[in-house]
């Protein structure tokens, strides 16, 4: 008799459970890696050409609600804004506001000797060298005027849906945009402090993540709906290029900051630049449990600015893959470069080549 009740006791304390963790979402699949990995492609694509382009309606149509929020710096605010992070003196205000196409040239030539002058033990290599000329030629080439007020253009894009039974959401960051970033968000690589952690990150990559943190629209998806989701969601964090950087930095901030479940953060990246030091590296690695990180030979990008000493997680992570025109010359390797060679690749993959 005891046996029995125990029994029946036992089944509903099971049935009891399955319910509570079919109401937490626990039982919910949620999206495929490939799932996964055509949504960072499509909101990578997405946080470039903004709200009502074709790819922002073809996400309309899957069941996404999502937002794009496009914001622009003049070159003069970004400069002011990096000062403040830099070491003293290490970005000098100028009362002359007038940018010549050279003046934008000798800049980024300077870069290197500026790096070295706070990392004298940092060694310049062959390819960086080839990297800052083919810089040099192409902002020579192709830009044709100027002065500070020029706008710098920045964003991103959040997106949610249900997709197999699981709630997802989406933090895309948008990758550089205009030639002067160049100078200020990615190429200028010295050092700063993450989030008061005593580790270091590359100070262009994280005061465009923190302008990003500022705007309304990034802060009330974080807030309202990401943080107070109970249903055991999933958030993919993602990016293109300079947005893939920032996609890392952020994934830092919600393991700093937030109570958001490390576990259900998917960190995937396309071309991303390494945007920590050695410290900052080892501080979080162990604590992202999912990471991919796409890059298409030739693209030189994932390897900067790896010449001072940032670093990637691991390579065990990467997905390499070979899209585009053959590397002939610099400009074949900015081609690789582009998302659309990204999202290719991404969108060939089947189920049969997860990865």
Known sequence: MFYKKSKVGLAGLMLMMCFLLATTGAFASGPTRNQMNEISADFSKVSYDGNFSEIYN?????????????????????????????????????????????????????????????????????????????????????????????????????????????????????????????????FLAFPTEFLDTGTKVHVGFEWNRQACMKRDILKYFINNKVLKDTSNPLLIITGHSMGAALAVLETAYFI?????????????????????????????????????????????VPALPMVVKYKHFDLLSLRPFNVGPKVKSLNDCFERHDLKYYREYIYSLDDKNKI
């Open 58 to 186: 073809e996400l309309k149509e899957q069941g996404w609600e999502l937002q794009c929020d496009a914001f622009e710096k003049t070159v003069l605010q970004v400069k002011d804004a990096i000062a403040k992070m830099a070491p003293d003196g290490m970005i000098k205000s100028s009362e002359n506001t007038e940018v010549t196409p050279k003046d934008v040239g000798d800049v980024i030539t300077s870069l290197n000797k500026e790096i070295q002058a706070i990392h004298p033990d940092a060694n310049v290599t062959e390819g960086d060298k080839i990297y800052t000329e083919g810089i040099c030629d192409q902002l020579n080439n192709k830009f044709t005027a100027a002065d500070y007020k020029i706008p710098q253009h920045f964003g991103y894009a959040v997106g949610e849906n249900v997709i197999n039974d699981r709630k997802v959401y989406v933090i895309a960051f948008r990758g550089t945009y205009d030639t002067y970033s160049w100078i200020f968000t990615d």
């Open 256 to 300: 700093e900051k937030t109570s958001f479940s490390s576990k259900n953060i998917k960190l995937i990246t396309l071309a991303e630049p390494c945007p920590g030091r050695k410290d900052f590296v080892e501080l979080y690695q162990p604590q992202i449990k999912y990471y991919r990180w796409f890059w298409n030979f030739g693209d030189l």
